[in-house]
């Protein structure tokens, strides 16, 4: 497993947007080879994945609570995966992490361990 930095995080008013980045250190060249997944943990809750991608970007999952607002992509030029999240909600509070994954996870089992995340706060 690479090591992964999580940024972009920060506080924004209900219905704003950001752009989550998750980059490998070390630009490794095995980043491609590697699907992608984000998740989110809530203070004093279990940590929920909310999506997925796939090597070549031709895949992707997304959990039906950020379905349709959040966007899921990658650049392996760069060895960066990107959370584009649009319409933000107060409920949308969390940590928000990344991982890796050999094969095409569903569910966060399937991944390697995650890291701190970058803090996403959203006000009413």
């Known amino acids: 497993q690479v090591q992964l930095v999580e940024s972009g995080g920060g506080s924004v008013q209900a219905g704003g947007s950001l752009r989550l980045s998750c980059a490998a250190s070390?630009?490794?060249?095995?980043?491609?080879?590697?699907?992608m997944g984000w998740s989110r943990q809530a203070l004093g809750k279990e940590r929920q994945l909310i999506a997925v991608i796939s090597p070549s970007g031709d895949w992707t999952y997304y959990a039906d609570s950020v379905e349709g607002r959040f966007t899921i992509s990658r650049d392996n030029a760069e060895n960066t995966m990107y959370l584009q999240m649009s319409s933000l909600e107060p409920e949308d509070t969390a940590a928000y992490s990344c991982?890796?994954?050999?094969?095409?996870?569903?569910?966060?089992?399937?991944?390697?361990?995650w890291g701190q995340g970058t803090q996403v706060t959203v006000s009413s």
């Open positions: 991982s890796q994954s050999p094969h095409a996870p569903r569910t966060l089992a399937g991944f390697f361990s």
């Open positions: 070390g630009r490794p060249i095995s980043f491609s080879n590697y699907f």
